[in-house]
């Protein structure tokens, strides 16, 4: 299996306490976790240890995540002059965004697809991490690596994932990744 790594990262701040979407640089990372395809194993990464984060991702033949293009990405480049842009890249929510039109939830996508969904949001992650809960933001920082995976790879295989449609009703959205 090729070196394909599945990521998410969770902040130290909300949007809006860093004055907007347009400052994600200013989030902070909290932590970080990954997942290696070829190995079966998870790694969990702290703000001191962002430089093995992003050695990690620049060893991988691929990266998959799910808008890690617009946030994930973004995070990291407060801590780099690499502009990991050239980074090999599956951006799920960016491919389903262009393919449906809207950009679906996670974890309605885990749930219709799984039938399983996250364990939390990221604004409780950034709440855990305040109160040094680290333990549990890793936790949820890893479900959300798990339940990428779990969808990008059910598309890989199967060539669609599933979503719900307004009225709840499961649909097939095809992918190519």
Same mark, same amino acid.
């Given at each position: 299996?090729? @070196?394909?790594?599945?990521?998410?990262?969770?902040?130290?701040?909300?949007?809006?306490?860093?004055?907007?979407? *347009?400052?994600?640089?200013?989030?902070?990372?909290?932590v970080a976790v990954t997942y290696h395809a070829?190995?079966? +194993?998870?790694?969990?990464?702290?703000?001191?240890?962002?430089?093995?984060?992003?050695?990690?991702?620049?060893?991988?033949?691929? +990266? #998959?995540?799910?808008? +890690?293009?617009?946030?994930?990405?973004? #995070?990291?480049?407060?801590?780099?002059?690499?502009?990991?842009?050239?980074?090999?890249?599956?951006?799920?929510?960016?491919?389903?965004?262009?393919?449906?039109?809207?950009?679906?939830?996670?974890d309605g996508l885990a749930a219709a697809t799984?039938?399983?969904?996250?364990?939390?949001? *990221?604004?409780q992650a950034v709440h855990w991490f305040r109160?040094?809960?680290?333990?549990?933001?890793?936790?949820?920082?890893?479900?959300?690596?798990? #339940?990428?995976?779990?969808?990008?790879?059910?598309?890989?295989? @199967?060539?669609?994932?599933?979503?719900?449609?307004?009225?709840?009703?499961?649909?097939? #959205?095809?992918?190519?990744?």
């Amino acid at each position: 299996m090729r @070196n394909i790594v599945a990521f998410d990262v969770e902040t130290q701040y909300l949007a809006d306490e860093v004055g907007g979407w *347009g400052n994600i640089r200013g989030m902070g990372l909290a932590v970080a976790v990954t997942y290696h395809a070829a190995e079966d +194993v998870y790694r969990d990464y702290t703000e001191e240890q962002v430089g093995d984060l992003i050695a990690a991702l620049r060893e991988a033949d691929l +990266v #998959v995540g799910y808008n +890690v293009l617009r946030f994930d990405y973004e #995070v990291l480049r407060a801590y780099t002059d690499d502009p990991l842009a050239d980074l090999p890249t599956v951006d799920m929510m960016r491919d389903l965004h262009q393919t449906l039109g809207w950009r679906p939830k996670l974890d309605g996508l885990a749930a219709a697809t799984l039938g399983e969904g996250k364990s939390a949001d *990221g604004i409780q992650a950034v709440h855990w991490f305040r109160a040094g809960k680290l333990d549990q933001v890793i936790a949820y920082c890893r479900k959300d690596v798990e #339940v990428t995976w779990g969808v990008y790879d059910f598309g890989r295989q @199967n060539g669609y994932v599933q979503y719900h449609d307004r009225r709840r009703r499961v649909r097939k #959205v095809p992918v190519r990744w």
